[in-house]
């Protein structure tokens, strides 16, 4: 009998040597220096204090990855760079290479033993006591740099999102954990009756003021700081979660979706954007990997779509449904009872 092809094994053997390659090059600074105009490797080196031989070989790699072309020895940021790796871009997902470079990384390497206790690895890692928000969110510009990431994502998904079911009949809208507001800027833009409140930490509302003012759509989508955990969730009758369920126990997620379903009117909505599992728990393998990130990371995970209708069901919600947008989030549509 032939042996199997080891592609699968050696793919992933090699896989966090392409991660890192982007990440390190990010790190450097290099895609925002060829934003500015092509460069040699010597040019970049003395720009960027580093040795020219080396950087040649992580440049030379960038471009086999697809996110540099090299022509005549100058290379020049793809257009998948100068989007979404360069960090004066709109669509930039800097802040999530940093993230993911400076904090995933290094978490990760701990996945077994977040295996073998079921807990993140917050302490274990960075000597952090606390969730994602407290260890990341520990600095200003660790927040802005990981949120602006996050806006990036957002804007990718936000959009489908938001037209995967027939909102219309909906006025106003309150977005819990809201972050950059992407979510809410992206159902006003496609409703025009509709009105939207970005709800969350008043560190993180500063941040989606700035976004909001720059939308299109700043007459319709305000703020209103706080805690969904602590404080009075806003009347609305329409409420929205965009990656957040996620991040906590069915227990806590649970206690969140009662206090919606205590707010909301008889026929309001909940509009849910999170990756789905398979019902059997396997694939697709994006949100496989998500919820091992959950776990290394918080104390959440990835659900499929029967243990969110079962967590709805439980709240008072009722005609739960999804949408599959082919993004890396999907959407879940469920009325209260």
Known sequence: MPLPDPKPVLDLIEAFRHSKTMFTAEALGIFDCLHQRPATAAELARELSLNPAALERLLDA???????????????NEPVAEHYLYSGSPDTLSGYVRYSDEALFRMWANLGDAVREGTPRWKQTFDIDGNIFSGFYRSGDAMRSFLRGMHGFGMITSPAVAGAFDLSRFRGMVDLGGGT???????????????ATVFDLPRVTAIAREN???????????????????????????????????????????????SIGHRLPSGGGLLIAEKLLNEDGVGPVAVNMQSLNMLVVTEGRERTLSQFARLLHDAGFHQVEDQRTGLALDAIFAVKA
């Open 181 to 195: 507001g992407h979510l809410a800027i992206s159902a006003c833009r496609r409703y025009p009756d509709l009105r």
């Open 212 to 258: 909001i003012a720059t939308s299109g759509v700043a007459d319709r989508v305000t703020t209103r700081d706080g805690d969904f955990f602590a404080d009075e969730l806003p009347e609305a009758d329409l409420y929205a979660m965009s990656r957040i369920l996620h991040d906590w126990s069915d227990e806590k997620a649970a206690v969140l979706l009662r």
């Open 62 to 76: 960038c471009a086999a990855l697809g996110l540099l072309a090299k022509q005549n020895g100058a290379y020049r």
